[in-house]
């Protein structure tokens, strides 16, 4: 009885030796998936290298609060192509009630971008709440290049599928204003695009295009005064 307990007790360890190694395994795997999932420290809503402000045509300046402590890549992007000018006088080419404004694409029908490479996804835990800013991509997770957009609403279910690097502050409203359409009939354009920290002028609305006039008709000595001329609508 002596030697069949100890047998019993020997194939007890046995077995007990690789589940044992498969726990341990999976404990590390669990702490460097915690590792790989490390929560940054994300910068104050006050820093002006983090700050992102948009003029729009739609009325005022919109404030935006970027996040490179989620998305380093995609806000490195958005501060090199504005400091190149990149943005100004793009519009807002599909721009959906109740959703979404997208803008960024110099071609100005959702085709384009810039001269540089395409940003890798980082998709991560910010949610598509009303004022999120991410990057507008193709089918093709790793093809955000300069499209944009902001959310006018909650989208949840858009969560994990597209980066989230930035949140509005300020101007929402001059957000809800942007012409509606796909495309607009009239869409808002970007005015100017800054980086708050390169000390940007205050916000200048575009100015108002002169209206036209009609010249007084020129008489020529003996001469009688040109009739005016017929308004040429088609008749009822």
Same mark, same amino acid.
């Given at each position: 009885? %002596?030697?069949?307990?100890?047998?019993?007790?020997?194939?007890?360890?046995?077995?007990?030796?690789?589940?044992?190694?498969? !726990?341990?395994?999976?404990?590390?795997?669990?702490?460097?998936?915690?590792?790989?999932?490390?929560?940054?420290?994300?910068?104050?809503?006050? *820093?002006?290298?983090?700050?992102?402000?948009?003029? =729009?045509?739609?009325?005022?300046?919109?404030? @935006?609060?970027?996040?490179?402590?989620?998305?380093?890549?995609?806000?490195?992007?958005?501060?090199?192509?504005?400091?190149?000018?990149?943005? *100004?006088?793009?519009?807002?080419?599909?721009?959906? *009630? #109740?959703?979404?404004?997208?803008?960024?694409?110099?071609?100005? *029908?959702?085709?384009?971008?810039?001269?540089?490479?395409?940003?890798?996804?980082?998709?991560?835990? =910010?949610?598509?709440?009303?004022?999120?800013? $991410?990057?507008?991509?193709?089918?093709?997770?790793? !093809?955000?290049?300069?499209?944009?957009?902001?959310?006018?609403?909650?989208?949840?279910?858009?969560?994990?599928?597209?980066?989230?690097?930035?949140?509005?502050?300020?101007?929402?409203?001059?957000?809800?204003? @942007?012409?509606? #359409?796909?495309?607009?009939?009239?869409?808002?354009? @970007?005015?100017?695009?800054?980086?708050?920290?390169?000390?940007?002028?205050?916000?200048?609305?575009?100015? $108002?295009?002169?209206?036209?006039?009609?010249?007084?008709?020129?008489?020529?000595?003996?001469?009688?005064?040109?009739?005016?001329? %017929?308004?040429?609508?088609?008749?009822?």
């Amino acid at each position: 009885m %002596r030697f069949v307990g100890l047998i019993a007790m020997l194939a007890a360890t046995l077995l007990a030796g690789p589940a044992m190694a498969q !726990s341990k395994a999976m404990e590390e795997a669990a702490k460097a998936g915690q590792a790989t999932k490390q929560r940054y420290t994300p910068p104050p809503t006050t *820093d002006l290298e983090n700050t992102w402000l948009l003029d =729009l045509s739609s009325g005022g300046r919109v404030s @935006i609060w970027l996040r490179p402590d989620v998305a380093p890549d995609m806000v490195r992007r958005i501060k090199n192509l504005t400091r190149r000018k990149f943005y *100004d006088g793009l519009t807002f080419h599909r721009v959906i *009630d #109740g959703f979404m404004a997208q803008g960024g694409d110099p071609q100005g *029908d959702g085709t384009g971008g810039s001269d540089l490479p395409d940003v890798k996804a980082e998709f991560n835990y =910010l949610p598509h709440v009303r004022g999120a800013v $991410a990057a507008a991509r193709a089918q093709d997770e790793n !093809s955000a290049n300069s499209q944009f957009y902001i959310m006018l609403m909650p989208r949840l279910s858009l969560d994990g599928k597209y980066t989230v690097f930035g949140r509005v502050l300020e101007g929402m409203q001059y957000v809800d204003a @942007i012409e509606k #359409g796909e495309p607009p009939a009239n869409p808002t354009r @970007i005015l100017h695009a800054y980086i708050a920290a390169d000390n940007p002028p205050p916000f200048r609305a575009e100015a $108002a295009p002169a209206p036209v006039t009609q010249e007084a008709p020129v008489t020529l000595p003996g001469t009688k005064p040109a009739a005016p001329a %017929r308004n040429s609508r088609p008749r009822r």
